[in-house]
């Protein structure tokens, strides 16, 4: 299974990005999709998740102007990212977990996001 991310780069404090994170290799059809993140001298840790089914998770920090969606024609999840601030500044890391009873875990390459004051 390989990820590949993009749409990472450089914006002003209020602005947006979108993220895209295809999929590609031996995929299963239950799956949870999802975007964390790791700023510099931090612990990685969870943006947004969504189900096969389109349950979503944000992180509090998020909630209200990150959005994360998947199209599983094309096997691609996204994150639109709005009213971005500063502290949003980190590598994005797309992920996804097959569950089942030896549960599988697959991570991007990473795309960097600054946000400028």
């Known amino acids: 299974v390989q990820l590949q991310a993009s749409g990472g780069g450089l914006v002003q404090a209020g602005g947006s990005l979108r993220l895209s994170c295809a999929v590609s290799?031996?995929?299963?059809?239950?799956?949870?999709m999802g975007w964390y993140r790791q700023a510099p001298g931090k612990q990685r840790d969870m943006v947004a998740t969504?189900?096969?089914?389109?349950?979503?998770n944000y992180a509090d920090s998020v909630k209200g102007r990150f959005t994360i969606s998947r199209d599983n024609t094309k096997n691609t999840v996204y994150l639109q990212m709005n009213s971005l601030k500063p502290e949003d500044t980190a590598v994005y890391y797309c992920?996804?977990?097959?569950?089942?009873?030896?549960?599988?875990?697959?991570w991007g390459q990473g795309t960097q996001v600054t946000v400028s004051s």
């Open positions: 969504i189900t096969s089914g389109g349950s979503t």
């Open positions: 992920n996804v977990l097959y569950p089942g009873s030896v549960t599988q875990s697959y």
């Open positions: 290799g031996s995929i299963f059809s239950i799956n949870v």
